[in-house]
C-alpha cells in the first residue's frame, strides 16, 4: 500500500464563482488506524448541491477537505469491531482517496442520532454502515450511493409519509432532472398517477419526458409559468413533490388542490443561483425548505398536508427502503440517473460545473474500483 494519499482542499476563500483554482491538490500521509477506527479507499464521491454555498459559508475551511462529503469506500485495514477488511460501506470522507472511520464518531455536520439507528447501522452515524453483500454483488457504487443513498430514500420516503398516490392523483415533481426529483417522478409513475416535471428549457424537458417516461414536463423559464401551469394541470394538483423553492413553488401552490399534499425536502433554486444565499439559518426545517408564513396560510386554508424533514429522520427503516427500491430496479421499472465523472484530477472541474446549466442526475466523482 503506497505510504500517502491524495486529497483537494479549499485554495481560498470562495467570493464570486466557484472555479476549478479554489481547490488545491495534496499529498499526505496514509494514516495508520488507532484501535476503535478502520482505515477506508474512497471510491466514489457524492457531490452535494449545497457543496458550493458551505465553502463560501466558511464551512470548508481553507487548506481542509469536505469532511461532509458522502461516499463509498471499501474497507482496507480494520481495529473497529463493527467492520471487516473488504466491507463496502457508506461513509462521510471528503475529497480524498483514504478515510479513518469509526462506528462510534457521530456524523459531522448533522445532530445525535437514535437507539433505533444505531441499531439499524451499529454505528453512531446515519451515514456510517456497510452495504448488505447482496446489494454490493448486484449494484455499482454509483447505483448504492444514489437509489439506495440519500436522494432515492429521500424519495421514497417523502412519497410514503405524504402518499399513498392514487392513480388518479395529478402530480408535480419539481427538480425533475435531478438527483431525489428523478426518483420521486419515476415513483409517482410507478404508483400510476399523472406526472408532470420540471426542467429548465425545452431540450431538458424532452429528455426527462423520454428518459423517465413521465407524462409531461414544464420549461420553469417559461415566461408566464402560471398559465403553462394552468393548461397542463386543468384539473389542479394533488400532489407536490418540492426539492426547489422560488418560482416553481409559488406557481404550484396556486393550483394546489383542496386537500392536497405537499412534500418539501429542498431549497435547489437557491443553491443554484448566482451567488448561494448566506444569512442566518432558518428557525425551523420547514422555513429551511422555504415553507414561510404566507404559505402555511395557503396551506391551511386548503387543508393541504405538508411536510418538511432531513431524510435521517427515517435512518432507522433504510433497511426496508434500500430492498424496495432495488427491487424496482431489479424489476426494470426504476431506472438510476447519474452524473458520473470517472478520476480523482476531474474533480475540481466536476463540482464546479455542477452551478452551470445542464447537469442532470446525481453528480458523483468516481476514483477506485473494488
Ligand atoms: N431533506 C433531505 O433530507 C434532502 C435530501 C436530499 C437533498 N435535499 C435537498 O434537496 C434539494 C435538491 O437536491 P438534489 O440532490 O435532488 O439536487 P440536484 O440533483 O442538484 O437537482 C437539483 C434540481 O433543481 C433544478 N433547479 C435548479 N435551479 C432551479 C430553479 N431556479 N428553478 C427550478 N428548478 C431548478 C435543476 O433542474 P435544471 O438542471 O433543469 O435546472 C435540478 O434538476 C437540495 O436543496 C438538497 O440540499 C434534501
Redesign the pocket.
Known amino acids: 500500500m503506497a505510504e500517502t494519499f491524495r486529497q483537494w482542499v479549499l485554495a481560498k476563500p470562495l467570493e464570486g464563482s466557484l472555479e476549478p483554482s479554489h481547490f488545491e491538490l495534496r499529498e499526505v500521509p496514509l494514516p495508520e488506524p488507532a484501535p476503535g477506527q478502520a482505515l477506508v479507499r474512497v471510491l466514489l464521491a457524492n457531490i452535494?448541491?449545497?457543496t458550493r454555498k458551505r465553502m463560501a459559508a466558511g464551512g470548508t475551511k481553507v487548506g481542509s477537505t469536505d469532511s461532509t462529503n458522502f461516499a463509498c469506500a471499501v474497507v482496507v485495514k480494520s481495529r473497529d469491531p463493527v467492520f471487516n477488511e473488504g466491507d463496502v460501506i457508506h461513509c462521510q470522507a471528503g475529497w480524498q482517496e483514504y478515510q479513518l472511520v469509526s462506528s462510534t464518531d457521530a456524523a459531522v455536520g448533522y445532530p445525535a442520532v437514535s437507539e433505533l439507528v444505531k441499531t439499524a447501522n451499529g454505528t453512531s452515524s446515519p451515514f456510517l454502515y456497510a452495504f448488505r453483500p447482496a446489494l454490493v454483488k448486484m449494484w455499482s457504487p454509483s447505483v448504492l450511493m444514489n437509489v439506495l443513498g440519500?436522494?432515492g430514500?429521500?424519495a421514497y420516503f417523502?412519497l410514503r409519509e405524504c402518499g399513498p398516490l392514487m392513480p388518479r392523483d395529478q402530480v408535480a415533481v419539481?427538480?425533475?432532472?435531478?438527483?431525489?426529483?428523478?426518483i420521486a417522478a419515476q415513483l409517482a409513475k410507478i404508483a400510476g398517477s399523472r406526472v408532470i416535471g420540471?426542467?429548465?428549457?425545452a431540450d431538458?424537458c424532452g429528455w426527462?419526458v423520454d428518459t423517465l417516461e413521465i407524462d409531461d414536463c414544464i420549461d420553469?423559464?417559461a415566461d408566464d409559468l402560471d398559465a403553462e401551469l394552468q393548461s397542463r394541470f386543468p384539473q389542479g394538483i394533488d400532489f407536490f413533490s418540492d426539492?426547489?423553492?422560488?418560482?416553481?413553488t409559488e406557481a404550484v401552490l396556486k393550483r394546489l388542490n383542496m386537500n392536497g399534499r405537499m412534500f418539501?425536502?429542498?431549497?435547489?433554486?437557491?443553491?443554484?443561483?448566482e451567488s448561494p444565499a448566506a444569512g442566518a439559518p432558518a428557525p425551523t426545517?420547514r422555513r429551511m425548505?422555504g415553507i414561510s408564513e404566507e404559505v402555511e396560510e395557503i396551506l391551511r386554508r386548503r387543508n393541504i398536508k405538508a411536510e418538511?424533514?432531513?431524510?435521517?429522520?427515517f435512518a432507522h427503516e433504510r433497511l426496508k427502503a434500500e430492498d424496495d427500491l432495488s427491487r424496482l430496479m431489479f424489476a426494470g421499472r426504476l431506472k438510476p440517473v447519474t452524473?458520473l465523472v470517472e478520476g480523482f484530477e476531474k474533480l475540481p472541474e466536476a463540482v464546479a460545473g455542477?452551478y452551470r446549466?445542464?447537469?442532470?442526475?446525481?453528480?458523483q466523482v468516481q476514483f477506485g474500483t473494488l
Open positions: 452535494h448541491s449545497a440519500t436522494s430514500l429521500t417523502g419539481a427538480g425533475t432532472s435531478g438527483s431525489v426529483g428523478s420540471f426542467a429548465g428549457g431538458r426527462i420553469y423559464k426539492g426547489v423553492g422560488g418560482r416553481v418539501s425536502y429542498g431549497s435547489a433554486a437557491s443553491l443554484y443561483g426545517i425548505m418538511a424533514w432531513m431524510v435521517t429522520d452524473n455542477l446549466a445542464g447537469r442532470s442526475g446525481k453528480l
